[in-house]
């Protein structure tokens, strides 16, 4: 089937008073060589349901749609954008859903059947935020496929013993294969950012890396990066519980800090958290 002619992005924006608004986080990608790489990084799309957040004027979407998306649901925000989108939505009868809400009030897996992918420019004011909100349901996803804030990314990516390793890397690599894509710089946008943009791709691993529950998890992280430059020995102790028989129950070197530790590493805490912890056990 041939693609549906349509309007010149700019002047979609033109004719619905797209103005991006720095309160929602908007800096609309424009560049249709750049939307369409994120789209084919995504993977084959034909059979699957692709979920995109704050699609702003369709960009990305268009991209996606061209790029034989089975069917493709789309969480906006910004009333004016929907009114935009509605156009698009028509020009790909049936194959486009708009959802006017707040993407951190909205369980993207609820709203379709699998196979699921998300794949989005996400906003940067709340990138990190629906990540961690979607991690706990990440088996749902075959994959995420996202642009942030490239600090962000970097943090997402973090090996033990660098500075931008912390809690996020911790809990994201302990779910997910990360991998970084490629980079967007801010002249691709409009109004351009301040920063440079990096787009990776989150596969949900069968399994966690290491076993452990979740609130174990995010304590011992809690715990340990809160006071990063301090020793696990002395940063531990806001758990509550004996730091050095924790860490002896874990095998971690008495002497050590967060940034030192892997994922496997802090998985062990948590489950030696979980068996030392009165507090863990009335759980």
Same mark, same amino acid.
């Not at 496929?145 to 962000?152: A, G, H, I, N, S």
């Given at each position: 089937?041939?693609?549906?002619?349509?309007?010149?992005?700019?002047?979609? +924006?033109?004719?619905?008073?797209?103005?991006?608004?720095?309160?929602?986080?908007?800096?609309?990608?424009? %560049?249709?060589?750049? =939307?369409?790489?994120?789209?084919? *990084? @995504?993977?084959?799309?034909?059979?699957?349901?692709?979920?995109? +957040?704050?699609?702003?004027?369709?960009?990305?979407?268009?991209?996606?749609?061209?790029?034989?998306?089975?069917?493709?649901?789309?969480? $906006?925000?910004?009333?004016?954008?929907?009114?935009?989108?509605? $156009?698009? *939505? $028509?020009?790909?009868?049936?194959?486009?859903?708009?959802? =006017?809400?707040?993407?951190?009030? +909205? %369980?993207?897996?609820?709203?379709?059947?699998?196979?699921?992918?998300?794949? @989005?420019?996400?906003?940067?004011? +709340?990138? =990190?935020?629906?990540?961690?909100?979607?991690?706990?349901?990440?088996? *749902?996803? $075959?994959?995420?496929?996202?642009?942030?804030?490239?600090?962000?990314?970097?943090?997402?990516?973090?090996?033990?013993?660098?500075?931008?390793?912390?809690?996020?890397?911790?809990?994201?690599?302990?779910?997910?294969?990360?991998?970084?894509?490629? %980079?967007?710089?801010?002249?691709?946008?409009?109004?351009?950012?301040?920063?440079?943009? /990096?787009?990776?791709?989150?596969?949900?691993?069968? !399994?966690?890396?290491?076993?452990?529950?979740?609130?174990?998890?995010?304590?011992?992280?809690?715990?340990?990066?809160?006071?990063?430059?301090?020793?696990?020995?002395? /940063?531990?102790?806001?758990?509550?519980?004996?730091?050095?028989?924790?860490?002896?129950?874990?095998?971690?070197?008495?002497?050590?800090? #967060?940034?030192?530790?892997?994922?496997?590493?802090?998985? #062990?805490?948590?489950? @030696?958290?979980?068996?030392?912890?009165?507090?863990? !056990?009335?759980?």
């Amino acid at each position: 089937m041939a693609a549906p002619a349509l309007p010149p992005l700019r002047e979609v +924006i033109a004719r619905h008073g797209l103005a991006a608004r720095r309160a929602l986080g908007q800096n609309f990608l424009l %560049d249709l060589n750049l =939307t369409a790489r994120i789209a084919r *990084a @995504a993977g084959p799309l034909e059979r699957v349901n692709v979920i995109e +957040i704050g699609p702003g004027p369709g960009g990305l979407t268009r991209a996606l749609l061209l790029a034989g998306a089975g069917h493709v649901t789309a969480i $906006e925000r910004d009333p004016r954008c929907v009114a935009a989108l509605a $156009e698009l *939505a $028509e020009a790909f009868a049936g194959r486009l859903t708009v959802i =006017t809400g707040d993407a951190l009030e +909205i %369980d993207p897996a609820a709203l379709v059947p699998a196979p699921r992918k998300i794949v @989005a420019n996400l906003p940067y004011n +709340i990138a =990190t935020p629906l990540l961690l909100f979607w991690l706990g349901t990440i088996g *749902a996803y $075959e994959s995420l496929t996202l642009m942030f804030q490239k600090e962000v990314a970097q943090r997402l990516t973090a090996r033990p013993r660098s500075k931008a390793y912390g809690r996020l890397s911790v809990m994201t690599q302990w779910l997910c294969e990360v991998r970084a894509l490629f %980079d967007i710089p801010p002249r691709a946008f409009v109004p351009p950012p301040k920063v440079t943009s /990096s787009v990776l791709r989150l596969t949900p691993r069968a !399994a966690p890396l290491a076993p452990c529950r979740r609130e174990d998890l995010e304590r011992v992280l809690a715990a340990g990066f809160g006071q990063r430059r301090k020793m696990l020995r002395q /940063s531990l102790r806001s758990l509550g519980i004996d730091a050095e028989a924790l860490l002896a129950a874990a095998a971690a070197p008495a002497t050590a800090r #967060a940034e030192e530790l892997g994922v496997e590493g802090f998985c #062990a805490l948590a489950r @030696a958290y979980r068996a030392l912890s009165p507090r863990s !056990a009335a759980d």
